[in-house]
């Protein structure tokens, strides 16, 4: 399914489903720079935390949407700071889009 996130930006809500160059220049542009690494950048999202104090979890709302950023570690039982990959869900708010 589709789901508008801004003018001109439409983003892909499938389980990884491939997102146009519009959705990922707005994610890198407009939604990353938001997101808080840690609890003392009160003006961003501030993050969830895991017990070695890595970011793990964001979410972001919009006008019709919320998006989650999950960060992903390579050790995820060790306290590196090595990261996977980030995994971006975004749906309908009060559910699935």
């Given amino acids: 399914m589709e789901m508008k996130v801004a003018e001109g930006v439409i983003w892909q809500t499938g389980a990884g489903a491939p997102q146009s160059e519009e959705a990922m ?3 890198r542009g407009e939604i990353y720079p938001r997101l808080a690494m840690n609890a003392t950048e009160t003006d961003k999202v501030i993050p969830t935390t895991d017990r070695w104090g890595r970011p793990t979890e964001w979410e972001v709302e ?6 989650t950023v999950r960060r992903e570690y390579v050790e995820a039982n060790a306290p590196t700071w090595s990261r996977r990959r980030d995994v971006v869900t975004v749906k309908a708010k009060g559910g699935e889009a």
């Fill in 25 to 27: 220049a707005w994610l």
């Fill in 62 to 67: 919009g006008e019709g949407w919320t998006l």
